[in-house]
Structures are given as C-alpha cells and as structure tokens.
C-alpha cells in the first residue's frame, strides 16, 4: 500500500533515523521517495548559534521553508503519507493540525504515559487547550503507530478513539551492521554501556562497579554532563576505559561484538524514563547478554523470556548487577548460552521484522 504515495514524509523534532530503518525500508523496496523534517527550527537555529555548527544551517533552512510553505498550502500534502513523531502534549500541535489536514498521517510515540501529568513537554499556561488539541489530532489520524504493548493500553485506555487504530510497531536495528561472529567468550568479562553520559543513566553505578570488580573490564561509549566525572574516576579505576562519542555504526557494532554484556542502571526521575531504546536491542543482536534496570522499556524486550532474571529493580541495582556480573564471569557455558539467546530475541526488532509490521498498519489503516 505504501506505493500509491508519492512520498513519505517523517515529520520529528530530533529525528533519529534509526526509529524509522523498518519503515525506510519498505519505502526502499516499493521505490518511494522518502524524507525526513524536523519541526525544532528555533531550538536547532540556537544550538547552531551556540555551537557554530555550519554544517546543519542548510538542513534548518530547508526544513523552515518546507514547513512554510505546507502551513501555507496544506493541499500540496495530498498525496503524501505523514509520520509524525511529536512529544505528547507539545504546543506544536497547533500548526501541525493545518499542516497535515489534507494529507495522511500515522502518528508514532514511544511515550508510555498519558494522563498528562508525567509528561516531557507541559504547557502551564494552555494545558487544557493544548490537552483538547491533541484530542482532535488522534482523533484525526490514520492511525497510531507505538513502540510497546504497554503504550498501546495507555494511549487506548486515556484516548478511547485511539483503540481500534493503534498498533505496535518496534524500532528496529540492521543485521548488516548488527550481529555477532564470534561463537564464545573469553575471560575476563566485557561489559559496555552505550549511551549519553548523564546522571539519570546511571553513569555513576557503572564506575562503582568497575571499582568495586578489578578482575572484570567496563567500557563506556558516549558523551554527556558527566564525561568530565568519569575521565576524573577512569584515573583510579584501570579497568574502566571511555571512548567518548562514536559517530559511526560499524565501529559501535564491532566495539558492541567485543563485549559480553551491555548494562543500563538508569534512574527514573520526574518526566522520564528508560523506554525502548535500541543500545540495548543492537547490543543484544551483536551477542550481549543485557543487564538492565526494569523500566518499562527492558521490560517489554526482556520480561517473559528466559532472560528476564536479567531485569533488575533499580534501588537494589548495584548489588544485584555485581552479583550477576560475577557469576557469568565464572559460568562460561552459561554465558555462551544467554549471548546465544539474546542474539536469537534481537531478531524479533530487526529491519525485516519491523518492516512487515510498518507494511501492515498502512495497508490496514490507510485510505
């Protein structure tokens, strides 16, 4: 069905091409033109004033004419289908709903929470206006497209017009660049953390672990707030390297199939939490076995498989992770074992998988 389009447009804030590699995918394999846009025109316009990145002023401009010239012709949209990723309740709802009046649109969110009081964006001033405009908007929509079963309930139950139109539909990794070649392990344990460098990671847990486990090796990619802390601890702790930022897939993947575990201790705080992020999903592909705190995004990849002892509770993190990391250090068979299995469960949110899963939701929801 994605062919009678003349193109698709994903419509984000960040955007993070990633969430949508299931979905370019089938645009690919039906010769459709695909693009994506990014609505965060003033926020990017001062992060490139901030930082003097030349580099992304053409894309602001091209997205800043695009958007005006479809708010000012909404008509041009017609024969294109829209997905749109927007943080629940952001006030830029309200062009959005002209923009996209004459066109198709999936609605896709990884966002699990819906009464409007733990949200990423409120709006203090017009909550009860943007609230009743976002009602318009699912109601308006296609369909919705959502990351885990547990969004599906949350948007069904808190937005009744959503329940017969709303389906799950993952993000997805490539097995091109994601997978894992080497069969066993060897001694001492690798452990990884792949993500941005802040306290609500739970960045801190992992240097004290690596403090308190000499024998083992921990290895942090990323950057953030807490880079600075880190090269200060990584001084007295020789088994915990940091290789900052790594733009480039294919050496995340390789550094990804030289480890044994990937860890996410994240901390819950007001208006987050850790929901499906694709570091684990990838790290699993590539042979990982997860250790990871049982926020609601672990939960729906690992809760009900024969790695679900691998979901652990967040104030007790740090023991229990210690724990664990121990014994699959000294259980070689075991952990050959769950790197197998984790490897098999990543093929459930590869590109292929997800793909179908875009394909069924447009051939059953659009007109």
């Given at each position: 069905m994605v062919h009678k389009f003349s193109r698709v447009v994903i419509i984000h804030e960040y955007g993070e091409p990633s969430h949508y590699s299931g979905l370019i995918s089938l645009c690919k394999s039906h010769d459709v033109k695909y693009e994506f846009?990014?609505?965060?025109?003033?926020?990017?316009?001062?992060?490139?004033?901030?930082?003097?990145?030349?580099?992304?002023?053409?894309?602001?401009?091209?997205?800043?004419?695009?958007?005006?010239?479809v708010w000012?012709?909404?008509?041009?949209?017609?024969?294109?289908?829209?997905?749109?990723?927007?943080?629940?309740?952001?006030?830029?709802?309200?062009?959005?709903?002209?923009?996209?009046?004459?066109c198709q649109c999936i609605y896709h969110t990884?966002?699990?929470?819906?009464?409007?009081?733990?949200?990423?964006?409120?709006?203090?001033?017009?909550g009860r206006f943007i609230k009743d405009k976002w009602s318009v908007f699912l109601e308006r929509v296609n369909a919705l497209a959502v990351v885990t079963p547990d969004v599906k309930d949350n948007i069904n139950h808190h937005y009744p017009s959503t329940v017969d139109k709303t389906y799950v539909v993952f993000h997805s990794f490539s097995q091109d660049i994601f997978f894992s070649d080497k069969p066993s392990s060897i001694k001492p344990l690798k452990i990884t953390f792949l993500g941005r460098l802040e306290p609500y990671k739970g960045i801190a847990t992992i240097a004290d672990l690596a403090e308190k486990l000499p024998e083992l090796k921990f290895k942090i990619i990323g950057n953030g707030q807490?880079?600075?802390?880190?090269?200060?601890?990584?001084?007295?702790?020789?088994?915990?390297?940091?290789?900052?930022?790594?733009?480039?897939?294919?050496?995340?993947?390789?550094?990804?199939?030289?480890?044994?575990?990937?860890?996410?201790?994240s901390k819950k705080v007001p208006g987050?939490?850790?929901?499906?992020?694709?570091?684990?999903?990838?790290?699993?592909?590539?042979?990982?076995?997860?250790?990871?705190?049982?926020?609601?995004?672990?939960?729906?990849?690992?809760?009900?498989?024969?790695?679900?002892?691998?979901?652990?509770?967040?104030n007790a993190f740090f023991e229990k992770a210690k724990d664990k990391l121990i014994w699959l250090n000294d259980n070689q068979v075991e952990l050959d074992k769950?790197?197998?299995?984790?490897?098999?469960?990543?093929?459930?949110?590869?590109?292929?998988?997800?793909?179908?899963?875009w394909e069924d939701i447009i051939s059953k929801r659009v007109i």
């Open positions: 846009r990014s609505f965060n025109i003033i926020k990017r316009l001062y992060l490139f004033m901030r930082k003097k990145r030349e580099d992304c002023i053409s894309s602001i401009i091209s997205d800043l004419f695009w958007f005006m010239g000012l012709n909404p008509g041009s949209l017609k024969s294109t289908l829209c997905v749109v990723g927007m943080a629940p309740f952001d006030s830029s709802i309200l062009p959005m709903l002209r923009i996209l009046k004459c990884s966002w699990l929470y819906w009464d409007g009081a733990n949200v990423p964006k409120k709006s203090h001033v017009f807490l880079s600075e802390y880190l090269i200060e601890r990584s001084k007295k702790i020789s088994n915990l390297s940091l290789l900052g930022f790594v733009s480039d897939k294919n050496k995340i993947a390789a550094e990804l199939r030289n480890s044994d575990v990937i860890i996410l201790p987050w939490e850790e929901l499906f992020g694709m570091a684990l999903i990838e790290a699993m592909a590539c042979g990982c076995v997860p250790l990871a705190v049982d926020h609601q995004g672990p939960k729906t990849i690992l809760a009900s498989t024969a790695l679900s002892e691998y979901l652990l509770p967040e769950n790197k197998e299995i984790s490897q098999e469960l990543a093929t459930k949110y590869s590109t292929k998988s997800v793909a179908i899963l």
